[in-house]
């Protein structure tokens, strides 16, 4: 071998290692090439956290299961772009959403509700949501009961924010700050304050809204005094509350069989509005 030969296999050598090393340095960097835009771009991550056990599906591909100690799940090192994710368990409720990756940040899903389909399981879930709302029942009386000095006004218990009124005739939602009684938003038919007391949702005939009553330090993030339009319905909400904390809600609403007769149905609604908003059917 000639030294010329030599000199250049030397050269292609420390290219390589210098090449690799590169390449090395932004891979544990969280960096990633992408062949798309032909450039290495910073990855971003996803976290999910499920009530229960499940597979975790990647743009419809079965990506793992869910950690068998707190059910939660990540996957990182994901190219920027558009994911769809979906969340699946034998006899129950689908989950799914499709959402943007961002270079170097975690896209977080930290309650995710998925509820049995079938058996025993869908059975004590019908028994769980009749008792929640026969408890409601007497709740609902107790609030709604005239007062001879306040007329038509459902008072809640006092809050740091005061206490809220619903002003059933007029069909107002007032909040009391400083000792006055102020006007919040108007065509209410009913609400409910979260058992923390850190959001307000209330309905309208067909539409649901939450306000935050504190800052919400998870994602998706949200500021005290913001107020969100979750969903509306073609049929409407006749009843509401908060369900398996302060992420969901379930609704009761009048359904109209064939005959004309009224019926009730039940939704559970998820609060996280990123990407569409999941509905259960019960």
Known sequence: MTKQNKRWLFYSAVAVFLLLSYVIILYAQGYKYSFKDAKFLRTGT???????????????????????????????????????????????????????????????????????????????????????????????????APDSRKGSLSPTPETTEGFFVLDSKNKKLLRSMNGNLQELTQNVEGFRLSKNKNKIAWWTNNEIWVMWLTDQNYQPFHKKED??????????????????????????????DSKGRPYSIYRVIETDKRSGVNIIEL
Request: aromatic share 10%; net charge negative; hydrophobic share 40%.
């Open 46 to 144: 996803i976290v999910l956290k499920i009530n229960t056990g499940a597979r975790v599906f990647l743009n419809d591909k079965l990506e793992g299961e869910t950690s068998f100690f707190n059910n939660s799940f990540s996957a990182d090192r994901l190219l920027p772009g558009k994911y769809k994710i979906t969340i699946q368990k034998d006899s129950y409720s689908a989950w799914s959403k499709s959402f943007n990756v961002e270079e170097g940040l975690v896209t977080d899903f930290p309650n995710i509700l998925i509820l049995p389909e079938e058996g025993e399981e869908e059975q004590k879930l019908f028994e769980e949501v009749n008792l929640l709302f026969k408890e409601l029942e007497s709740i609902t009386t107790l609030e709604s």
């Open 227 to 256: 107020r969100e339009l979750i969903t509306r319905f073609q049929i409407s909400i006749q009843n509401g509350t908060w369900f398996r904390g302060e992420d969901h809600l379930i609704l009761e609403l009048e359904q109209i």
